[in-house]
């Protein structure tokens, strides 16, 4: 069979490119360079004003005054970093559970998943305060991993509307788990639990350099797995006969992805609190932005998640001011919408 | 490996769906470089066999032997690069495109450290040729026809480049032209590049028009194999199907057509 | 529970007097538990005397009248008012998940109370009415959204879009609680589903409609099971379908307002109780109602004695209660009756 030669050369180009698109490259640096000026709106933002200038200044030199010092290297800086980073662990988690369930409407928070984690970390900040606070992470794992666990046992996948079951035994899970948190909070100290509380909400007002070390630690040990992730991802998403046709090892390869969807969304609940729809929302729109495989894809999802968070965080602080509105309200106000939005316009089944 | 490595037998293959054998140690062998037609009513357990036979289910019991190597043990990877199947009614990832969806078929020949080469893409665009579906490459697939759509799937099993291809119901819920066209296609495949190819199917009267072998399942169990005109007879549709039909000769091609009896 | 257990194993051979009669019993010995169980436990006989020969200088008498017997009545009536709405829901909408805070309607009343204290509205006779029009709203808008998915309104779709909603209206109610703090110390306990004292006008408001929701929920519920059967066969049996529905949704709004109104958001009472009711008395909603309201009073009596006595001296908001029991429900109901 003969090919007409430009659409040989066309490939060719792609082989050379590792079959990456260049536009999708070119989105994941425009989104990082955005990312990186989020960062630097939201350390000019706040009661105590700092102008752009003396932020950079601040940033690459030192500060002009104490104050300034204080209020960007302590707060402003790693609550801006915090938020870049977990929300790009929250939407990574998100686009690989899309396409491991083949469904576009789950989300480490509508599945029950950070819940788990929640009632994990509220257990340890109520029950147990005087635990490190290193502790957490590991906590938040190991709920999350339970949630996952009891999910999956109780979720039918032998029927055609699997899709939608699975969300709803996802949206029963996580009903249960706030009940479980609900009841710790007021079991607890009342000082206690208004920390646990304010957590829940999903704000970052509390985070500290702290977060922004053991998140980037995580990020580095997770990378190579988040590289692994691409291939599998490719045949999982295509459904399990043809991926086991297709000569992937369908059932350790879902395993490792669900549990590294778990650990990413564990990881960034334990330090900002289960902060809904970012998973939801951010792989959606990498795909509308973007045509790409699920390897870039899932990068893609990560750096728009980590944006979203920012700017929402950034909107929670600034709208109304000095009333701060947590980050995972406003996640909620703009995700709920497009959860609706994704349900009507779902394709049958 | 060898040449026999491409032959596909099955030997006393027995499965069940919990308690209820849907298989029972039914024994066939494919005969190579044709196409073959698995028929029976429904229930019958044809598509459980295609499945076990594409170790998409476990069997009970038995072996399925490419060569004299069992498809349940062998590594998963090295059965794909021999065999293809292509399930009934399969729901592609939204969004994806033609192009898209038929790469996904070279997925066997890559790694993560050979992403994609230009023996990828060369695959890629023969089987787009060869299902004629080149012209809509950069199409979703979710606005193709059901025609069409078919056709991107059969490529996507032809560009994973394999001697043998099962494929479940490809021509069900479709138009009689459609199927004609798939059935075509699926023979043209067969003849001209000398694949195996298996098909479970509903209409008798298209499998008897195409396939070159046939093989009717009754109860888990084979009932008659062997070419089309050998099988495909009163008798046996009436012990298979208790259909009581009269079977003709096709004045177009001198193949077996049957008219059910109207009394 | 023993009663009803009985029951069961005797489909039919109970003449409906007795059955009634032993569905009451039982109200009755919960709603005696409800009030003996507490800090101090008071013995039955002490209660019937307080609650019949009051003498206003014995302390037991006076905490049996001032605090407990309120809220033993808050249980009953809102029990039996959200398991009511719970049974018409799932009766018009053919939806075994059908529940006002399933669907929404309960996030929809409670942004509606929050948002009423948050402009202070002094008449709290307009509250339950505010919390209507807002669980309203709520309900016609999962509807749409439901409606809109492919494939139409089925459990499902309605159930997620309510999901949808809720999130949706708890992050504005939490928003606007956290912008006005005053708001927030006031409602924060009562947003967890609590049966604790509410103002005086609003509690008498709230049990009026809350009787109006029984009544309109009794006098159609022979229609109800016409329309169970599905809208054709209704049609067919001369059923006015558009008013019967209309008829259906006020008395669910009237219901969920009301109960939110009183005691908050409270879950998966009108998920559960229904289907524990039909499982004694089988599809005929003339006695699924009835039935309903009974047993969504004793199950919101026993619910909130578990509340109060497991972790005590700390109480537990009902609604956590509620949500443990309901939610295991709710991913049995998904895996077996979708």
Redesign the interface.
Known sequence: MSLPKSSRAQVDDRSFSLALPRGGVLLLLALGVASVGATLLSVTVGSFPVSATDALLTLVRGAPSEMAETVVMQFRLPRALVAVVAGGLLAGSGAILQNVARNPLADPSLVGVSQGASVAVVTLIVMFPGMPYELRPAAAILGALAAALIIQLSSNRDSGSATLRFILTGVAVAAFLSAVTGAMLTYGDVDRAVSAMTWLAGSLATVSWDDVWLLSLFVLTVMPALCWASRPLRALRMGREIAISLGASFQRDRLLLVLLAVLLAAVAVSTVGPVGFVGLIAPHLARMLARTGPGLHLFLSMAIGGLLLACADLLGRGLFEPIQIPAGLVTALLGAPFFAYLLISRRGT | MNASSNDLTVRDVTVAYGQTEVVRKLSIDIPQHQLTALVGPNGCGKSTLL?AI???LPIQSGQVLLGSAPVHTMP??????I?????QG??????L?VR?LVA??R??H???MR????A???A???AM??TNI?DFADRPI?HLSGGERQRAWIAMVLA?DTPIL?LDEPTTFLDLKVQVDIMRLLQRITHDASKTILIVMHELNIAAAFADHLIMMRAGRVRASGDVLSVFTERNLSAVFDLDARVLTSPENGRPVCIPSVA | MQTMADAREHPGHWSTGIAGLICLCVLAVAFLWHISVGAKEIPFAVIVEALFTYNRDQFDHIVVHEIRLPRALMAVFVGAGLAVAGALMQGVTRNPLADPGLLGLMAGATFAVVVASLFSVPDFSMIPLIAAAGALIAAVFVWLVASAVRGGATPMSMVLAGAAMSAFLGALTTALLLIDQQSFEQLRVWMTGTLTVRPRGIALWSYGWLCVGLLIALAIARQVTTLAMGDETATGLGVNIRRLRIAVLSAVVLLTAASVSLVGPMGFVGLVTPHFVRLIVGFDYRWVIPGSALAGAVFLLLTDIVARTVLAPVEISTGLVTAFIGAPVLVWLVKTRL
């Open positions: 499945k594409a170790r998409v998963t990877r090295q059965v794909a690069s065999l293809g199947f292509l399930p399969p729901i592609a990832p939204e969004g495109s898209e996904q078929g997925f066997p890559q790694s993560l992403q994609w080469s230009s990828d893409a060369r890629v665009d023969q040729a060869a080149a979710d994973q099962l």
